[in-house]
């Protein structure tokens, strides 16, 4: 407690001292660096730089050793969480996405030879879609986060409400997903007040089978089956477009939002579980959810934001995983993540009344439930943190408090971050 109180307090002293932005400046930022094509500014190119750096204190899980094998408690580290630079292309009805990114690096990833993990550059996305009927059906294809499930599981990593995006609403990451993209065919848009994304995908091929298999425990297959996935969603108040997947945690009091949503994920025979006498039972991988955001501004430029999730789960009978976040240690930081049963996501945040635009704070909760099949009791995370925004998710800072599950016991992990998107 001692640590969080004097962190808290160089965090509060350090953004004291930052000077107010004016709405000039502000404006300027948040245009970011933009090439029009044309005289009429319907067509440009528009490049983008972005970064999250992460400094963070653990409580390490029980029996976690270091690359020595020496049993350690507690650690310190400061890494990269994204490095990643885009290129937004719109012609007419035509658009093109790409982002290439930097792989999250942490102290054991360096391109020194002797280090245990290389850095590599990969594409976060690579796709182009075409609208039609001025925004009502758009199709498109590529490497892309135009996934189903929940709102979330298209979160915007930049746009995100504390330290990171929820896991738990991207039960594929570790598996058939790359940074949570897939390559699919999709096909999306806004009918009024109705809000639609759908996609047939080729997932990632992934395969957990070991040289000896245990019995009854659910592998992912290494297959070449397609999905389907889809969201759909009513929007009450303020649309939001489906032009870019990407979707926002909190408008930071510039939207007024309520929308009510509901999606499914399904890839048939995607994991497989084995008798004693190794006879295969195949499984299908079927997740789907609801959710509610709410994103409410007030005339003194506070906002109050709301997020709701129910998420169902089957990967297989009795399936679960453990993952953690950039995991530098044998045991570090996991708990178990994803499994077959359900979950509930709630996060509730309050920006504070200000007179500019620039420089506001929003103290957030974030609270994860897990309840699945495989494990007896249900499994509580709780994130509490506060955003100072200096300009907007352009540029800001986030302190984050972490308490998570594992075995029997409970662990901490405080998260400074500081973000940069232009």
């Known amino acids: 407690m001692k640590r969080i109180f004097t962190v808290f307090l160089l965090f509060v002293t350090i953004t004291s001292f930052s000077k107010t932005i004016n709405d000039t400046v502000y404006n300027a930022i948040n245009k970011g660096i933009r090439y029009n094509i044309t005289q009429d500014n319907k067509n440009f190119i528009k490049f983008g730089v972005h970064g999250q750096f992460w400094g963070r204190f653990m409580q ?43 792989t999250p690096q942490p102290n054991n990833v360096s391109i020194n030879r002797t280090t245990p993990v290389h850095p590599q550059f990969y594409f976060y996305d690579a796709w182009g879609s075409y609208k039609f009927a001025k925004g009502k059906f758009i199709l498109g294809g590529g490497l892309n986060m135009y996934n189903g499930i929940s709102r979330y599981s298209s979160a915007s990593s930049m746009q995100a409400m504390g330290a990171d ?156 995983q453990n993952f953690g976040v950039i995991n530098t240690y044998k045991g570090g930081i996991t708990e178990e993540q994803y499994g077959t049963g359900t979950a509930t996501l709630i996060q509730a945040a309050y920006l504070l009344p200000a007179q500019h635009k620039a420089n506001r704070f929003q103290p957030y909760y974030e609270l994860t439930i897990r309840n699945f099949d495989a494990v007896s009791k249900p499994l509580y995370h709780h994130n509490i943190g506060i955003n100072y925004f200096v300009v907007g998710h352009k540029i800001k800072f986030s302190l984050e408090y972490q308490n998570r599950p594992y075995s029997n016991e409970r662990k901490s992990m405080i998260i400074g971050k500081m973000q940069f998107s232009i």
């Open 60 to 102: 390490l899980n029980p029996g976690t050793t270091d690359y020595d094998g020496k049993f350690v408690k507690n650690d310190a580290d400061i890494l990269l969480r994204r490095t990643c630079m885009s290129a937004y292309v719109h012609i007419e009805n035509f658009t093109f996405f790409s982002m290439i990114a930097f």
């Open 165 to 320: 995006v929820p896991l738990i609403a991207a039960p594929n990451l570790t598996s058939s997903e790359q940074a949570a993209r897939q390559l699919s065919v999709f096909a999306t848009g806004n009918i009024g007040s109705f809000a639609y994304r759908t996609a047939i995908a080729k997932p990632f091929i992934c395969n957990t089978l070991p040289d000896s298999i245990i019995p009854d425990i659910i592998y992912n297959l290494p297959v070449n089956n397609f999905s389907i996935k889809g969201y759909f969603e009513y929007q009450f108040f303020d649309k939001e477009s489906n032009a870019m997947p990407f979707k926002a945690a909190t408008y930071i009091g510039s939207k007024k939002v309520l929308n009510i949503g509901a999606g499914f994920d399904f890839q048939p025979d995607a994991t497989a579980s084995y008798s004693a006498s190794k006879i295969e039972t195949k499984h299908n991988k079927l997740h789907y959810a609801v959710d509610l955001f709410l994103d409410y501004p007030f005339a003194n430029r506070s906002a109050v934001t709301f997020y709701a999730g129910q998420f169902w789960f089957d990967y297989g009978p009795n399936y679960t």
